[in-house]
């Protein structure tokens, strides 16, 4: 069993249904031994080395920046929340390949994917189509793909708990981006589960985190690394 490969899977689903909470779990507690798991929150990287690099990472994903500026400019209204979603997704474009030069063996995170989301789109879009396009482009990036189902009712329920002392106003602003990724988040999941490229699992964000992470380990281990390394 090799410990040399790297492997990316990245979480999608609505906000609340505890895509950060399982994987979490899993890097926190190593349950994926002996392979080193990690997530962004775990590295310490110095913005001085990340600075230096950033320039030449740049140049290297210059054709995957401008998808990302083109997609906002063709298909998504001219909103500040855009532009903040937009230079997110940049800077995913840009991290990902810094957090490469760590070592470890198994990277989860909720990343590009989930941001799509949140996208303000113009009335004419066809979300299927545009959310097909992107996953197509980035495609490259994913070993698995981990979909978070949660229910309405639970999703608002995780809500009402999870930003305390926050003014009204910011969460009432929360609540319509939550909406709209909830609502979205379907729209992705038909994406997901049509396609053959990547491997993927659908888990129910309802269920004992425990329980999740122990599937997401079984299915990271037997349908991903273990059909990889037999290649």
Do not use: W
């Amino acid at each position: 069993m090799s410990v040399d490969r790297k492997y990316y899977i990245e979480f999608v689903g609505a906000h609340g249904a505890g895509k950060t909470y399982t994987y979490h779990e899993i890097t926190k507690k190593q349950l994926l031994k002996p392979y080193k798991s990690f997530f962004p929150g775990q590295v310490n990287r110095p913005k001085l080395h990340f600075a230096f690099n950033c320039p030449s990472i740049v140049l290297k994903n210059l054709k995957h920046i401008l998808f990302v500026i083109s997609f906002f400019y063709k298909y998504s209204k001219t909103k500040l929340l855009n532009f903040k979603v937009c230079r997110v997704l940049i800077k995913m474009i840009i991290l990902h390949t810094y957090y490469y030069r760590y070592d470890f063996n198994i990277f989860l995170k909720d990343d590009m994917l989930h941001m799509i989301q949140r996208i303000i789109f113009k009335n004419d879009v066809d979300v299927d189509e545009v959310f097909d396009q992107f996953f197509s482009h980035f495609s490259y990036l994913y070993d698995g793909l981990i979909f978070v189902d949660i229910s309405t009712k639970k999703m608002e329920e995780r809500f009402k708990k999870r930003f305390p002392g926050k003014s009204e106003n910011f969460k009432k602003s929360r609540k319509k981006i939550h909406e709209r990724v909830k609502k979205q988040s379907v729209n992705l999941r038909k994406i997901i589960t049509l396609q053959n490229i990547v491997p993927y699992l659908i888990v129910d964000g309802n269920d004992d985190v425990n329980k999740n992470a122990q599937k997401i380990i079984t299915f990271i281990k037997n349908e991903i690394i273990l059909k990889k390394e037999t290649c």
